[in-house]
Every structure is written in C-alpha cells, then in structure tokens.
C-alpha cells in the first residue's frame, strides 16, 4: 500500500496518480484510489465527506467526533481485509491523513484522540507493508498563497471554503484567507507531528513544485526497495 499525502495543493493527486502508471510499466497491477471518487471505501459519510470541492458542512452537523473514528475504522478493517487478498498495489491519493486527520482537526477533535486514530489505522493495515510519500510545501502560509497565486481566484475561494467550514474554524472565528491560513498552520503542525509518529517506511520531499523530475526520481527509487522487480515485459 502506498499512501501520498500532503498538505492541499501540494501535488498529491498528480503523484498519485504519476505512481499508478508507472507501477503498470513495471508490470504492477495496481488500484488508485483518488482523494474522492464514487464509492471510496475509506471516505466516511460517503458523498458527505469533505474532500474535492465538497464542504464539510453537512456531514459536520451529522458526525461526532467518536462516530466518525468508529466508523472511519470499520471501513478501514474491511477494506484492509479486501486489500490483502486482491494481488494488487493500492495507491492512496490523501491518506491516512488529509482525508481523515485533517477532517478530525477540523471536527475540534483533542490530540490525543487524533494520536490514538492514527495507531489504530496503522494496526489496521499493517499486512499490507504501507509506505508514505509525503510532499512537504514547507510553510503553509506561504504554500497556500503560492498556489493560490498559480489557481487564481476560483481555486482560491474554493479552498477558504473547504479550509473553513468547520467547527475548529466557528470556535475560533477563523473567517476569509487568513483564517484559513490560520488552520492550515495548525494542521500542518499536526501532519508533521502524524508523519513523525508514522511506524512504516516514508519519504519526506521538499519543494517538489520547482523540481518535479528529481522528486519522481527519489519516488522511484525509493519504492524500488519496497516493491516486487517485475518489469514490464518489452
């Protein structure tokens, strides 16, 4: 299993789905799984969930705290379950952590319960040999203004949108662009903080927005040590 995750905008979905077709090359049947997608079977409350350009006002107002990591984790068990027996590579596009971390930081959800999600999650899939890639923007601060500069207006206010309509966000008044960045700071603490606690093989990689070419490189190489070398046949 291969997990890419990462802060939003930092290239996740691209490399995720960079990986996926270089696994075929190699020979690798492989499932892609992207941040949001009909039928995910890790995204809780289904179409509620908040990823892509859905809020998550209203599974906010649906979910607490505790039935979202209940739920959250028996999606996790089946789908390992399934995962171990499929023969395939499963390449996870914003997970273990912006498509539920994130979401619990959102929900106001304590530290330590984050801390004991994460444990359980890695328990969940620890036979399927995980591995992270993370791509790491550096600041946030100054990687939301950057990609918001590249996405324009639209992808801007989309963002602020999917940043702050959430209860961690209403609790502290957090409003407009600042107050996303305000939240984006804390969850990149809390990713930062989740990757360093993450028990299996990871790859941290910086500035990948000004060298795409060297990060799939390092991203090859490094999944070379960890997966089967059976090529593609010429």
């Not at 068990?77 to 596009?93: C, I, Y």
Request: charged share 25%; proline share 6%; net charge negative.
């Amino acid at each position: 299993m291969i997990f890419v995750d990462g802060l939003p905008g930092s290239g996740k979905s691209t490399t995720a789905e960079w990986i996926a077709v270089d696994l075929a090359a190699r020979g690798l049947p492989c499932r892609l799984l992207r941040e949001r997608e009909a039928d995910h079977p890790l995204n809780v409350g289904g179409d509620l969930h908040p990823s892509g350009s859905t809020t998550g006002t209203r599974m906010f107002s649906t979910y607490t705290v505790s039935s979202f990591v209940e739920e959250s984790l028996a999606r996790w068990r089946a789908f390992a379950a399934e995962a171990k027996h499929s023969g395939q590579v499963h390449v996870l596009d914003s997970y273990p952590f912006q498509n539920s971390v994130r979401v619990l930081l959102q929900m106001d959800a304590d530290l330590g319960t984050v801390a004991a999600y994460q444990s359980q999650v890695e328990n969940e899939v620890t036979e399927l040999d995980p591995v992270l890639i993370y791509l790491d923007p550096g600041d946030a601060e100054r990687s939301l203004h950057e990609i918001a500069a590249r996405r324009g207006p639209a992808w801007t206010a989309y963002a602020v949108s999917v940043i702050t309509d959430c209860p961690y966000a209403s609790a502290r008044d957090l409003r407009g662009l600042d107050g996303a960045v305000t939240l984006l700071r804390s969850y990149k603490q809390l990713l930062d903080e989740s990757v360093g606690r993450f028990s299996f093989p990871k790859l941290a990689l910086t500035s990948c927005e000004h060298g795409w070419p060297e990060c799939r490189s390092k991203v090859r190489d490094f999944l070379s040590i960890y997966l089967p070398a059976r090529d593609a046949a010429p």
